[in-house]
């Protein structure tokens, strides 16, 4: 290595990790947000498309109610996530036609996208991570 | 050294607080170690991974220098100033656990070289780093505690 190099680790690459569990299996909640957060923290261009039940948890309010077996609930591994700059993604469709979430009805900063979006992110991704 | 909430400042530190950051630098010549303050700590939990960019890495202000897991908790440690990587102390990656036990002592985490040598002189330092740490800890009801080994 060169006297002063740049970071030669994952800093760059980008993740799309996909979320299909809404609120009513807290245990398969906690661990995708968890590590969401580490790697943004290590630079790594992370981002969380929620379909299906999943966008259940991003409803306002709702993080608050899902219980963790390690104490606490949900909202705390959100707002870390958020805070590492990990992006919210929910399908519009599962949205509207499975959980009945409006837009305004969605914690701050989550962007509601269409379907062709997964294949582009899944696409531009170096690596596809489902939960 | 002084005592807020439990939590320890020693007053020949420098003092990095910036969003969910709270470092702590100590210049050494022409160079600076940094590590995680008390509250740092505490807030973190009971660390059990930390992973540390190697020596020769060149950062800019406010970019990971290192990652730190502790279970509850999962983020960045930011560089305090810019600046290159001169050593990452091997030691803390082999028991995290010092970052709890040892914050101002074995569980420093890098000596950096400052490439903006004016930088330093942002970093807070005593009564005014106190007051912004008294802030935090008041806000988000942090009493310090030193795990155990």
């Known amino acids: ?131 | 050294m002084a005592i807020v909430n439990g939590c320890e400042f020693p007053d020949d530190l420098l003092y990095f607080v910036e969003r969910t950051q709270m470092t702590w630098v100590r210049v050494e010549g022409e160079g600076l170690r940094v590590g995680l303050t008390d509250p740092a700590q505490t807030r973190a939990g009971k660390i059990l991974h930390v992973r540390i960019k190697p020596a020769g890495t060149a950062r800019e202000r406010g970019k990971p220098i290192a990652t730190v897991e502790s279970g509850k908790w999962a983020g960045p440690v930011m560089a305090p100033v810019s600046g290159v990587v001169l050593e990452a102390n091997t030691e803390v990656e082999k028991d995290p656990g010092l970052l709890n036990t040892d914050p101002y002592g074995r569980g420093w985490i890098v000596r950096l070289r400052p490439t903006q040598p004016p930088e330093v002189d942002q970093l807070l330092r005593r009564e005014t780093a106190l007051a912004r740490f008294k802030e935090i800890l008041e806000r988000d009801n942090i009493r310090c505690m030193r795990c155990q080994a």
């Open chain 1, 1 to 131: 290595m060169s006297p002063e190099a740049p970071p030669s680790g994952p800093e760059g690459k980008r993740i799309l990790m996909i979320m299909t569990t809404g609120p009513e299996d807290p245990d398969k909640t906690y661990a995708p947000f968890y590590t969401a957060a580490l790697m943004a923290a290590m630079e790594i261009e992370t981002t969380m498309y929620f379909l299906m039940h999943a966008p259940e948890l991003l409803r306002k309010g709702a993080a608050e109610k899902v219980p963790l077996k390690k104490g606490g609930n949900l909202k705390m591994f959100i707002d870390m996530a958020r805070e590492n700059g990990v992006k919210f993604l929910a399908c519009a469709e599962s949205c509207r036609d499975l959980c009945g979430i409006a837009e305004e009805d969605l914690i701050e900063g989550v962007q509601l996208v269409g379907s062709a979006t997964l294949a582009d992110l899944a696409l531009e991704a170096d690596s596809v991570i489902s939960f």
